[in-house]
């Protein structure tokens, strides 16, 4: 019987071995722009905001600035949620994306990251928003500003290494 892991006696890797492995476009695009990419600058950004903000009132005691750590917090929050569903569909309706175990690491990590994100702004809405900022959330927003680094660069990683979300005719 034939080895389906081998061809004329040379190793083939199975799951690239999948009709529709190179099947990468995005599916979630507009103009075959992926609205994914589109969107994570705004969680990236908003997270960075939070830390800043929070460095500000630990820095001045200004009431404006964990006010504006609450904002940042909420919007870091919720554009994370669109980020996440906008990338989720992708990652189950594109069989290229779905086949490669990078796209699944990336998953998880970013649902780490909007949970601490949710974490972050429930924290300051239950707490209050000055009360909540030292020490407890400016932790918090140290850890997510980590966490998004690490998820942008992955995401990154998957475009440029993997190819994933590109268009393999320049077209869309
Ligand atoms: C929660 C589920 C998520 C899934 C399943 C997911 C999936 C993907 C996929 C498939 C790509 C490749 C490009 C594309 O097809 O659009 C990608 C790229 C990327 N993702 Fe995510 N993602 C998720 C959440 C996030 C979050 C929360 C962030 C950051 C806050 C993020 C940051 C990035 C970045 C920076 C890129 C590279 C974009 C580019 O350079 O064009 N992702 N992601």
């Not at 004329?8 to 529709?20: E, F, M, T, Y």
């Not at 705004?42 to 630990?58: H, N, V």
């Not at 500003?145 to 590109?166: N, Q, R």
Request: proline residues 3%.
């Amino acid at each position: 019987m034939a080895d389906e892991t081998q061809i004329d006696g040379a190793l083939i890797d199975p799951v690239s071995a999948q009709p529709n492995f190179h099947r990468t476009e995005s599916k979630i695009a507009i103009a075959g722009h992926p609205i994914h990419a589109m969107l994570v600058a705004f969680p990236i950004a908003l997270t960075m905001c939070t830390l800043g903000a929070d460095g500000f009132y630990w820095w001045t005691g200004d009431a404006f600035w964990a006010r504006a750590g609450l904002w940042a917090s909420g919007t870091a929050f919720l554009f994370g949620l669109l980020a996440g569903v906008s990338g989720t569909v992708e990652l189950l309706l594109v069989p290229g994306i779905r086949a490669r175990a990078a796209s699944w690491t990336h998953f998880v990590i970013a649902v780490m990251l909007l949970s601490i994100l949710g974490a972050n702004w429930g924290y300051r809405l239950t707490m209050g928003y000055e009360q909540a900022v030292l020490p407890i959330g400016v932790l918090l927003s140290a850890f997510a500003a980590g966490f998004a680094a690490v998820t942008g660069w992955h995401g990154g990683k998957l475009v440029f290494d993997y190819h994933i979300g590109t268009s393999s005719t320049g077209k869309g």
